[in-house]
């Protein structure tokens, strides 16, 4: 960066102002730490932000899409992604137990980890008789379609656990979080078959940019209450 004046440099504002006062474009030029051959580390974070359409989209890429714009490489690559992991590990800090009282507490543990994500992650969250959490699982990847998330798979992993009840939730890339058709028709699948089992689906939360929906709070769909 010696074209750039060392006071504005971004290593040495974050120095002398903080982190919290660079840009998105300063920060990512950090976890860069190097440009390439005639463009500084500022101008290619500049460049990859722009690629990726923005800061959320940057989060959701993967190491094959960010290695593939110029100048970036498996290297540099990684080392934005270990970045950007470690900022959702953080998020994802709970007190110990954690319990889940209510859809609002649900959607605190899984939105930083959902919301950014391009394709549809299906999770279930598994609780204990006090409500506390035992663990989640992503069950399925992709297009949310009740022919694919078979409840043998949902609670399998649920009585492994010796689960009490669960709470299902999956993302909307779009960050949408109103409930599709299919959306409704996993959810009476998977509450019939908890009830033969004797593991009460508590919920339903779709996950979007920064909101979220209840499908129990949204007063259950028909489709749900039905079984």
Request: hydrophobic share 45%; net charge neutral.
């Amino acid at each position: 960066m010696r074209e750039v004046p060392e006071e504005a440099r971004p290593r040495e504002r974050l120095l002398r102002y903080g982190a919290e006062a660079l840009s998105d474009v300063e920060l990512v030029a950090i976890m860069l730490r190097t440009g390439v051959r005639g463009e500084s580390a500022l101008r290619l974070a500049e460049r990859v932000l722009a690629a990726a359409g923005g800061l959320r989209e940057l989060l959701g890429m993967g190491i094959e899409e960010l290695a593939a714009i110029r100048g970036v490489g498996t290297t540099k690559a990684v080392q934005l992604l270990a970045a950007f992991e470690l900022g959702r590990r953080l998020a994802r800090e709970l007190p110990r137990p954690y319990v889940v009282r209510s859809a609002a507490d649900a959607a605190r543990l899984l939105m930083d980890r959902l919301r950014y994500l391009a394709q549809e992650h299906f999770v279930v969250l598994f609780l204990n008789a006090k409500y506390e959490l035992i663990g989640d699982k992503t069950i399925f990847i992709g297009t949310l379609d009740a022919s694919l998330v078979h409840p043998r798979e949902v609670f399998r992993e649920a009585i492994r656990r010796s689960a009490h009840s669960i709470i299902l939730a999956h993302n909307h890339p779009s960050g949408d979080p109103t409930p599709s058709a299919e959306d409704v028709r996993v959810t009476g699948r998977l509450v019939q078959a908890g009830r033969l089992l004797g593991i009460e689906v508590l919920d339903h939360i779709i996950i979007g940019d920064g909101v979220f929906r209840s499908l129990r709070e949204d007063g259950w769909p028909v489709e749900a209450e039905r079984f």
